[in-house]
């Protein structure tokens, strides 16, 4: 995906995704109400940044406790030579893998995994091992929340 640089984004730009960062489902009225600028200006922003590509999507935030039956689990992923941006775009069609990270050090990539079941995860995990470009992977199970 290419971000458009040809638009220069601003504070209002900022606030607009802050607020979508803690409510992605917030109606329009409610984001113009806050912002204090009309309903019209939020969607032509809304529009602008998704077309640009900073904005990819929205998405639910679901409560600490809900799904406590769920596999969760930390993947640190290394990653041969210059196939990141391939490797990324595999991974971003796992549903499973609920959020992607780069990183620094040892580890080019970080992924949350989360499943329903052990089988579930154990696939997940030889799939991705199986993605041309990974070379290596560590995964941790998220055992209790303190």
């Given at each position: ?29 409610t984001l113009a ?114």
């Amino acid at each position: 995906m290419t971000i458009d640089n040809k638009h220069a984004y601003d504070s209002l730009d900022r606030q607009l995704i802050s607020l979508l960062r803690k409510d992605g489902r917030a109606p329009l009225s409610t984001l113009a109400k806050q912002l204090k600028v009309s309903r019209g200006t939020v969607q032509n922003r809304l529009d602008r940044l998704q077309s640009s590509g900073i904005l990819l999507g929205f998405t639910v935030r679901v409560r600490e406790d809900y799904g406590l039956d769920a596999i969760r689990a930390i993947m640190m992923i290394e990653v041969v030579g210059k196939s990141t941006a391939q490797v990324i775009r595999s991974l971003r069609g796992f549903p499973e893998l609920v959020m992607l990270h780069s990183t620094n050090g040892a580890w080019d990539l970080l992924a949350e995994v989360q499943t329903s079941s052990l089988a579930e995860f154990d696939r997940v995990l030889r799939e991705v091992r199986m993605i041309d470009g990974v070379l290596n992977s560590e995964t941790s199970i998220l055992l209790t929340s303190v």
